[in-house]
């Protein structure tokens, strides 16, 4: 067994078997539900926005997302298969030529959106959200 | 002898907590290692374990490698390297030929790792001691990574006109013996031989470690060993 595959191994049952999940395409809108943790409390937050980039491979992809706060983007990178993230929904996907959306950063206004790609949507939104 | 043990490294990876916390952390692949030689007072003068990891081929090996790892009745190992015992009883706890696993350190909560550095090459005094260098401005000119003054007549102090021995200059950095003392055992695992700890250790992948319960923690590690 070479290295590649030993440390696939020992992190393969941490990865997350979500179909949600391991379909995410650049270009969707989607929302991330982030465990915030607070002293003793924990709480879920929202995140939603745009996919912009995923990243790494195996436990290490992160997905950037963008989102447009106050008129102010905002973006955010998260580590795919952290616990943290309790679950991620599908809003939305989109018709895009890029791994990496970076160019719409440079966009404003009615430019920013993107082609809705409702071809797929259909087939790929089917499998109901499951926890991650 | 404090549990020890011959490894490999791996490589690096993450692991992700319970809670969610993410813990970079060094795959290292321990053992199974073959006792090789069981030194004591009376035959040696000390007393040691010769430990021997990863097989190899009788052709790769040297026909004095192959007979001395015979004498253990296992095949040729790649690497041998001794551990010191405090005495003979402590000794008597290996035979010849016994084949030691990771979980020999189970229970174990600390490890210190030894091995090589990777090598840096020829590097300058900045690279090489953390020296800060001169001004980036001010006049300077091509001397921005200079080490500065190497000190004078004056300063030598009874070394006459040489300058003072030890004295931190450029030179060969890297591909020297390193330990990293008081890592934190992540997880092992029996099964593939493997042991998880917290952090980097010294070396490249594929590089041979060493690796030992670990003999100094200072107080809370020391506490959280003895499970208090």
């Known amino acids: 067994m070479n290295r590649t595959e030993i440390i696939e191994g020992i992190t393969a049952n ?42 790494g491979r195996g436990i290490n992809k992160c997905i950037t997302v963008r989102r447009i706060v106050a008129n102010e983007g905002v973006e955010r990178t998260f580590p795919l298969h952290s616990p943290r993230i309790a679950k991620i929904e599908v809003l939305r996907h989109a018709e895009v030529r890029r791994a990496k959306l970076y160019y719409l950063r440079d966009l404003s206004g ?16 089917s499998p109901a959200p499951a926890k991650g | 002898m404090t549990a020890s043990l011959i490894g490999k490294k791996i490589g690096m990876s993450r692991y992700f907590t319970s809670t969610g916390n993410n813990i970079p952390v060094t795959v290292i ?46 095949a040729p190992q790649r690497v041998h390297r001794e551990f010191r015992c405090a005495n003979d009883a402590e000794v008597g706890e290996f035979t010849l030929g016994q084949s030691l696993t990771v979980s020999a350190l189970d229970g174990i909560k600390f490890v210190d790792v ?3 550095s990777k090598g840096k090459g020829f590097a300058g005094a900045m690279k090489r001691y953390n020296f800060k260098g001169l001004c980036a401005s001010h006049g300077t000119e091509r001397k921005h990574r200079s080490p500065g003054s190497i000190g004078s007549h004056g300063t030598d ?4 006109a040489k300058i003072k021995k030890g004295k931190k200059m450029p030179g060969r950095m890297g591909n020297e013996q390193v330990t990293i003392r008081s890592l934190d055992v992540v997880s092992i695992d029996a099964e593939k031989n493997l042991l998880l700890v917290k952090g980097p250790v010294p070396g490249a992948n594929e590089g041979f470690l060493f690796i030992r319960a670990a003999t100094r923690l200072y107080k809370p590690k020391a506490r959280a060993q003895a499970g208090k």
């Open chain 1, 14 to 55: 941490q990865l997350k078997t979500d179909p949600v999940v391991n379909a995410l395409k650049i270009g969707d809108t989607i929302d991330v539900h982030y465990r915030i943790v607070e002293g003793e409390k924990e709480r879920i937050q929202v995140f939603q926005g745009v996919l912009l980039a995923m990243k």
């Open chain 2, 29 to 74: 692949q321990v053992g199974p290692c073959a006792v090789t030689q069981v030194k004591t007072l009376s035959t040696d003068g000390y007393c040691a374990v010769q430990l021997g990891f990863e097989e190899i081929k009788p052709r790769r090996s040297t026909m004095a490698g192959i007979g001395h790892d015979a004498k253990a009745g296992s």
């Open chain 1, 110 to 125: 009615k430019a920013r959106r993107l082609r809705e790609d409702r071809g797929d949507a259909a087939a790929a939104a």
């Open chain 2, 157 to 160: 102090r009874g070394h006459g």
């Open chain 2, 114 to 116: 030894i091995g090589t």
